[in-house]
């Protein structure tokens, strides 16, 4: 079993930069893909980048260019590096890991981190 906390949410004004981690215990995830997705306000959640043991990363349109996922196998910590933030990316983000594929969804979630984007 993985366990999943995520942390660095909070309040930015547009244009803004906020870092998110998400540090995993139980287990080592150094071989497993880990990711990001986020839910906005009625909205279904959406997937926004995966990084896989390979260093191969995967993002989503809306973010790329603008967010960057790296990890840190040694300390079984994967991020999320938030730049040129605009309110519609307002939402709750959580972390996720798959011993697979990370892709609609995955095996392990975290509890999400609130991040709220002002204009």
Not at 4 to 23: D, I, K, M, P, T
Not at 39 to 45: S, T, V
Not at 60 to 87: C, E, H
Request: proline share 3%; aromatic share 12%.
């Amino acid at each position: 079993q993985v366990q999943l906390v995520e942390s660095g949410g909070g309040l930015v004004q547009a244009g803004g930069s906020l870092r998110l981690s998400c540090v995993a215990s139980g287990r080592t995830v150094s071989s497993y893909a880990m990711g990001w997705f986020r839910q906005a306000p009625g909205k279904g959640r959406e997937f926004v980048a995966a990084s896989y043991s390979d260093s191969y990363t995967v993002y989503a349109d809306s973010v790329k260019g603008r967010f960057t996922i790296s990890r840190d196998n040694a300390k079984d910590t994967a991020y999320l590096q938030m730049n040129s933030l605009k309110p519609e990316d307002t939402a709750v983000y959580y972390c996720a890991a798959d011993p697979f594929v990370i892709s609609h969804g995955a095996r392990y979630w975290g509890q999400g981190t609130q991040v709220t984007v002002s204009s």
